[in-house]
């Protein structure tokens, strides 16, 4: 029995890198993205696209519906999920639970170490780059190497405001300023609505061009590319359901480079929004958008935000779970395969994936082994380790005196106090579990 499970360890190609101090073990071989683009639409309801949902006003009437057939095309091309909201409808706590994957973030929190997306790349040495019509404040942007910006909050005047926070390629700064410089051109003649899409469409086309200059000079360099464009919730708020619609299917015919520019570089692009957007009809007949007021915050419309994704390693399909928008930054972590931990998120990583990691952190260096089905996978003495490119299923992790049971469907962190006590030789006194994951199960048990 011992050699059967040691001819099967050998049988199991296992490469060991060294990345961010952590041993990594891949048991089987996956597709990273090499970087991902994380895209918020700004007042995006679902409820005004997905084929499921249809839109009401408060009032109880249906609303008209955009036609994004591309969005829903790249969505068919990967994952989907269905019923995701926003626990505080709002701009910026929006986009600080998209920053941390704590439902209850804001700006202080975002400004805490380790407690952003950013700060979990940039220890895999990402390079955060920002591209922001709306949802920055001085805390997302300090975290970003550069980040542009609108700072006016008018789109009347709008600006294109430059951040540079880090070293950034010279080259890479002078398209940032090009770009920056090119936003009253998009803006030149154009009024209303025409507007509010020319608007849209330079963000869109600026992190487009931004996406392609680092593929094509800087091919080994990992980003992260924060979007958010405006247009969508500043025509939901003044212009009604109808131009609101009306945008949003503007935007989806500007998307497509994007897309293409992703997909034929194996990038991640992750769609989705800080909050929805409703409606309501005044005395005189018309209508008044909003979702953050006490008015609106309760209505669906303005809390079940877009989840799409596509990338190398994503599964095709939809999800028809419930979810959170804490959720969504765990998940993008575990699409780029960087499998920290968000300091403060209560969001579970969403099982997007074709695979999981499994990150085992002890407090001393400890035999941590790894088994499925009686089967010894991997056995390694360290304390910090991942596992890389686990099926999903059941599994058990085995330290000292210590047994585990871990129900795997997405990426999990293990932490271990395998430490000894009382003088006792490694007593493995405590075992806790980082959730990142929704679907973790664990069941300890300790043998007599
Ligand atoms: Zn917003």
Redesign the pocket.
């Known amino acids: 029995m011992q050699t059967r499970r040691i001819i099967l360890v050998l049988l199991i190609v296992c490469l060991i890198l060294p990345i961010a101090g952590a041993t990594d073990i891949v048991i089987n071989p996956v597709s990273s993205p090499n970087g991902a683009i994380l895209l918020v639409v ?2 995006l309801g679902s409820s005004y696209f997905y084929p499921e949902f249809v839109p009401y006003d408060l009032d109880g009437n249906e609303l008209m519906k955009a036609e994004a057939d591309n969005i829903i095309l790249i969505a068919d091309g990967g994952v989907r999920v269905l019923d995701v909201t926003a626990p505080q409808p ?2 910026t706590p ?1 986009h600080s639970i998209l920053a941390t994957g704590y439902s209850h973030a804001n700006p202080s929190i975002v400004g805490f170490d380790d407690a952003t997306i950013f700060d979990s790349a940039h220890k895999h040495d990402y390079l955060c780059i920002a591209v922001m019509q ?2 920055d404040f001085e805390a997302l942007r300090a975290k970003q190497d550069i980040i542009l910006f609108d700072s006016s909050n008018s789109l009347k005047t709008p600006t294109a405001d430059l951040e540079i926070n880090a070293q950034v390629p010279a080259d890479v700064v002078e398209l940032m300023e090009e770009w920056q410089n090119g936003l009253p051109c998009y803006l030149e003649g154009k009024e209303g609505i025409e507007r509010y899409g020319a608007y849209n469409r330079w963000g869109i086309d600026t992190s487009d061009a931004i996406v392609r200059h680092m593929c094509n000079h800087y091919p080994n360099q990992k980003f992260l590319l924060t979007v958010n464009v405006g247009a969508v ?1 500043v025509a939901g708020h003044y212009r009604g359901p109808e131009q609101y619609v009306k945008l949003i299917e503007e935007l989806d015919g500007d998307i497509c480079n994007l897309y293409c520019t992703c997909f034929e570089n194996d990038l991640a692009l992750i769609i989705t929004a ?2 929805g957007m409703s409606f309501r009809k005044t005395e005189n007949g018309r209508y008044v958008g909003g ?1 953050a007021s006490d008015t609106y915050v309760d209505a669906v419309e303005s809390r079940r935000i877009p989840l799409i994704i596509s990338g190398p390693n994503v599964q095709i399909g939809i999800i028809n779970e419930t979810h959170g928008q804490e959720d969504i930054a765990p998940t993008l972590l575990s699409i780029l395969d960087v499998t920290e931990v968000l300091l403060h998120s209560d969001g579970g990583t969403i099982p997007v994936k074709k695979y999981a990691n499994l990150r085992v952190i002890a407090d001393s260096p400890t035999e941590i082994t790894l088994q499925r089905e009686g089967v010894i996978i991997y056995s390694i003495t360290d304390e910090d380790v991942t596992f890389i490119g686990l099926a999903p299923g059941e599994y058990t992790i085995s330290t000292g005196r210590h047994t585990m049971s871990v129900n795997l469907d997405s990426d999990q962190v293990i932490e271990i106090e395998a430490s000894s006590y009382d003088g006792t030789v490694l007593a493995a006194a405590i075992i806790s579990v980082i959730m990142i994951g929704g679907g973790l199960t664990i069941r300890e048990i300790i043998k007599e």
């Open positions: 700004d007042g709002k701009t929006g709306k949802g919730d800080d909050h979702h």
